[in-house]
């Protein structure tokens, strides 16, 4: 390299790292001594002189940490790559201090150019004489890396390793280990290695979160049974969190045979349904027909002191208007109402549905008129439900009233709705369907049918 460009480079160096690298070899006191030229220590630096400068602690970690990066990004300076102890021996003072993202990068398979085994038979570790909890701060940071990076394999080397030689094990590196199987969608490695890790005799480790990401993942995977019958195995008492994974599963594949031996052995374990597993079970039962089931379940929750919210009876309330039990749908609204819990415009909705659904589309709209005097408010869906319900059964004057007040209350319809009523007056009044055509142009509204304006 011509001497231009090596004070090109430095240049470079010093825009790109906090300090002066130059520098920091020059004013190293504990390594002038081994440069033949303090001048031009960057041609001078060795393995030999970089281990020295690692381990010197009056050089700041973050110093030795740029300075190993800068000796990576510019091998064409050095005659060298640091060895596999300089490598570890920065990696574990950097643990030493709790560097954990700087350490993890230092991990990764790009930076540290060896195999597992090679780290783990070549006594380098030993030789950098750091505490047994720092040693063990490496191996966790060395199975999470390996496990972010995919090499999975590598990280149950590094996880059997650890067991066996007996290396405290993080239990937050065990789990980080299953999210990231999770999310490469390897649930069966994960099903596995947490076998293995009940087997190894590490309940004291293996948290209930972990627990929790294994049978969410088999749940994703309609591994429902699988899931409970590993929840029925293992010490690790589960929580509603892992339950919830079970029931979500199991309603909505409308598995109610599966979801009873769920919740007897939620029972037998002892944790209560909590407010989002109500909503779920109710959920599902309304949308598989179950409604007296989720109605069971409102009454349970007001039983328990648990809030119930508007939306809970709506879904229910809907539930028996498609099955057209209008009747039990208006009931449960009374009921509502004595509980304290306030009826909305989604409820009174449903409650139209339901009469227009049996035919009963006059006590629809007098439930309009009723709530229009208590000064509710109206919505455009309530309108056009009406409309709807009135063309169908052939009560034109009442689908022009719901219009009316459509538009008297700003709501416009769309020109499907126009088209529908001016195709059957055209059948009883001419002059009205006339009218109605030259109301719609007017309007701007656009019917679809393009003959619809020449009256056919």
């Keep these: 390299m011509t001497l231009k460009s090596l004070l090109k480079t430095l240049k470079t160096a010093k825009r790109t790292y906090p300090f002066s690298v130059h520098k920091l070899l ?3 006191s504990s390594i002038n001594q081994t440069l033949d030229s303090p001048k031009q220590p960057i041609s001078d630096l060795n393995p030999s002189t970089l281990r020295r400068i690692i381990s010197d602690p009056d050089v700041k970690s973050w110093k030795c940490l740029s300075l190993f990066r800068f000796i990576l990004e510019n091998p064409s300076l050095f005659s060298f790559y640091p060895d596999l102890r300089t490598h570890l021996s920065l990696t574990l003072r950097v643990l030493s201090e709790r560097k954990f993202s700087d350490a993890q990068k230092l991990l990764k398979p790009e930076i540290l150019r060896y195999p597992f085994r090679d780290i783990a038979s070549s ?12 040693v063990a701060r490496f191996f966790n940071s060395m199975l999470t890396v390996y496990s972010e990076n995919g090499k999975f394999d590598e990280a149950v080397e590094v996880f059997e390793y650890m067991k066996n030689n007996e290396v405290t094990i993080d239990e937050k590196a065990l789990t980080s280990h299953l999210l990231n199987l999770k999310k490469r969608d390897e649930i069966g490695l994960a099903y596995d290695f947490f076998r293995v890790m009940i087997a190894s005799g590490l309940e004291d480790v293996v948290s209930v979160y972990s627990l929790t990401v294994v049978v969410s993942g088999l749940c994703c995977n309609g591994e429902i049974k699988r899931a409970r019958e590993l929840v029925e195995e293992t010490r690790v008492k589960p929580n509603i969190v892992t339950f919830k994974s079970m ?22 374990e ?6 989002d597993t109500y909503k779920i079970l109710i959920d599902g039962f309304v949308s598989y027909g179950k409604i007296e089931e989720a109605e069971r379940l409102v009454s349970t929750m007001h039983d328990k002191k648990m809030r119930v919210e508007t939306y809970l009876y709506n879904l229910i309330i809907n539930g028996y208007s498609r099955l057209g039990l209008v009747e039990k749908a208006f009931e449960l609204q009374s009921e509502m109402s004595s509980r304290g819990v306030t009826s909305n415009k989604e409820t009174f909705c449903a409650l139209m549905n339901g009469l227009c659904k049996v035919g009963k589309v006059c006590e629809a709209m007098r439930l309009l008129k009723e709530l229009r005097v208590n000064e509710f408010e109206i919505d455009e869906t309530m309108y056009v439900t009406l409309a709807e319900e009135c063309y169908r059964g052939g009560m034109m004057d009442e689908a022009l009233e ?15 709705m126009f088209e529908r009523l001016g195709d059957a007056m055209f059948e009883v009044n001419r002059e009205e369907a006339q009218m109605m055509v030259t109301f719609v142009v007017k309007s701007g509204i656009k019917p679809k049918s393009c003959f619809w304006f020449g009256l056919k």
Aim: include cysteine; aromatic fraction near 6%; charge should be negative.
């Design 26 to 28: 020059i004013d190293s």
């Design 123 to 134: 006594g380098a570790i030993d030789e950098c004489g750091f505490k047994k909890k720092v």
């Design 247 to 268: 029931i979500d599963s199991c309603v909505k594949k409308w598995d109610f045979k599966e979801l009873d031996l769920v919740l007897e052995l939620m029972e037998k």
């Design 270 to 275: 002892s944790v209560a349904l909590d407010l």
């Design 402 to 416: 719901m219009v009316t007040e459509m538009l008297r209350e700003g709501f416009v319809p769309d020109g499907t």
